[in-house]
């Protein structure tokens, strides 16, 4: 039978329950976006409650003319239209999270909004894919040092995989099974896996050893001594192996040698390997599902894109006639 005392302490108990249940929902919200995305987010909304603080204006909740107000006066301050629906979204996250319905819903930001997109909205910029006849060349300008055998590795396996820049970063030694076929990497989570899935990408060998992303990786391993952990990892002028690679180092190491072999390093990036797999798959004539399978594309759309792009010149309407 339940006394008083013994009551108190069950509520306490459920109490206690309830308060570590909601801290793992709580974590479990702030896992629904990836670290990358928080963090934008978090910028943002630092940059609106800083504006609202100046104007003297509340940031939580806040007025829909407001936050019109604050888009109006980033668009003039010249930022980008993506970077303003990063912000919308930012502040339309922070009062879903605070139980208040988002001002992004409302017509005035709907209108600032589409005003602005009609007024400053442009095409979007992007760098040049790496065709596979240029990461020949950039390769084999690569010098026979432990830097340039992890760079030939991490250049020729980002393109045949088609890696994002994050995914090549984060590959581990165990993510990698070698056999006749070529290698076959397993992605743990990319950025449209976020719930970490995982999916399996072949890599085959190259039609010569020179671009061979499977003999230029298997040289790297054995070369930077990786018995573990992370594949690609830093490397002193002394040829010192060190730390994991970050996203950022993937897209200096792609501008520097593609500029060695001749290249404009301006036009390139990170992604100009993924970009370049997928252009160069479609001037081969390769069907989209079977570039959507290397690249792990959700939507043929994005990859009609780089094809149309490869397909400019073949059968070109005005090809001949002047």
């Known amino acids: 039978m339940y006394t008083d005392a013994s009551l108190v302490l069950v509520e306490a108990d459920q109490l206690a329950t309830l308060g570590s249940m909601a801290e793992a929902a709580s974590d479990y919200v702030a896992a629904a976006r990836s670290e990358r995305t928080r963090h934008l987010y978090r910028c943002e909304w630092e940059a609106f409650t800083t504006w609202c603080a100046r104007h003297g204006l509340t940031p939580l909740p806040a007025k829909p003319e407001s936050v019109a107000v604050y888009i109006a ?80 590795a991490l250049l020729l396996v980002g393109f045949a995989g088609a890696f994002r820049r994050s995914e090549l970063v984060a590959l581990q030694l165990s993510d990698l099974a070698f056999d006749e076929d070529g290698v076959t990497v397993t992605l743990r989570r990319s950025k449209t ?67 060695a072999a001749g290249l404009d390093p301006c036009t390139v990036s990170g992604h100009s390997l993924r970009a370049g797999l997928v252009t160069s798959a479609a001037k081969a004539g390769k069907a989209a599902h079977v570039i959507m399978k290397q690249t792990g594309h959700k939507s043929v759309a994005m990859v009609q894109r780089y094809v149309r792009d490869a397909e400019l010149f073949t059968d070109n309407a005005a090809s001949g006639l002047l």
């Not at 719930?195 to 039609?207: C, D, F």
């Not at 990786?217 to 594949?231: F, M, P």
């Open 73 to 152: 006066s980033r668009a003039q301050a010249g930022r980008k239209v993506s970077t303003i629906a990063l912000a919308l979204a930012a502040i339309s996250q922070a009062h879903q999270m605070a139980g208040h319905e988002s001002p992004r819903s409302s017509s005035a930001v709907r209108e600032a909004f589409k005003g602005i997109r009609r007024t400053h909205g442009s095409a979007p910029t992007q760098k040049a894919p790496v065709l596979a006849s240029q990461l020949a060349r950039i390769v084999s300008c690569l010098p026979a040092t432990a830097i340039g055998t992890r760079d030939r």
């Open 193 to 259: 896996d976020q719930e970490g899935q995982g999916r399996k990408v072949g890599i085959p060998h190259g039609s010569a050893p020179g671009v061979c992303p499977v003999r230029a990786l298997r040289k790297w391993i054995e070369c930077g001594g990786i018995a573990s952990g992370a594949v690609f990892r830093s490397v002193d002028r002394h040829g010192r192996v060190g730390s994991p690679l970050a996203g950022r180092d993937v897209a200096r190491i792609v501008k520097r040698r593609a500029e």
